[in-house]
Structure formats: C-alpha cells, structure tokens
C-alpha cells in the first residue's frame, strides 16, 4: 500500500515494523510501550498523528469495561467497509486475550475517534462476509495479524457501525 509521495525514511520505518512485528517481543514491547505511547501521541496531536503513520490508519477506541465501569481506550489499526469500520483484535499473539472485545460483547456502545473526528457506533462480530472480505485488507496493512492468529489461536474481528443522531 505505498503511499503517492513516497518517503524513503517512512518507508524504511513501515517495513522494519512490519517484519519486527511478527517476533513475540515485539509483541509485548508494543502493548506495554508503544499502546500507551501510541494512545497519548493520538490525543495530544487530536488524532492527526500515530506511531504508525498514514500507511497504518489507527483510531481510538474507547469501550465500557465490563468489569469496572470505567471508559477504556484503546488504539486499534482499522480498514473502511462503506461506512462502517472493521478492526481485528489477536492481542499482538500473547498468551491472554485483550480486554476490548470483552467489553464490546457486554456493552456494544463505543466511541471512535478518528484523525480528531468522534463518532458514537455499536459494535457487533463480523461475519464470515465481512471477515472474507476484510482480513485480506488488515493483513496487507500488517501482515502479522496472520502471525498472531496463529500464535494465540484466536481472532475476533468486530464490525463499528455509526449510530446516526436522533433528530
């Protein structure tokens, strides 16, 4: 998915991230750090900027936990079907499952904030259509989706639908 104008730093950026991001470490390097870092960076710049860059389209998720209560954020990488938005949750392939499908299954109301824009969805599991024909997009963003599926055995695709305002 290169990008019109190329940048030859960027593009040296994605592809070691991409082949770094297949390795365990780089698993839980990346949920403990870049996560935080990742989520921080998004608000402070109002969604404008990501450690991933205009390659890899990341929003803020934000759910209810369903233990708590409290209102959990998160970033996700995403891909566009129509107007809804889909994103893939193997946990970067660790032993124990992220908490957001979780809380999506319990409360389907989430908040997504994309490049500064809010948007009230409810979420829902793909199905086996939208999963065939959305993965293929993911993986070729971040071919270690595969890997991770693989390593953790697990794959929980969700589908956002936009909740349109009452008038």
Known sequence: MPSERSNPVYDLYLRGMRRLGHYRWFGLLFKHVGTPADRALMRISGGRLSMGGSELP????????????KQRTVPLNYVRDGSNVI???????????SSWPYNLLADPRARLDIKG???DCLARPATEEEVDRNMPKLVAMWPAHDTYAARSGTRKVFVFEPVRPQS
């Open 58 to 69: 990341t929003m803020l998720l934000t759910t209810t936990g369903r233990k708590t209560g």
């Open 87 to 97: 994103a893939v949750c193997e946990n970067f392939g660790l032993d124990k499952a």
């Open 117 to 119: 824009t809010a948007m």
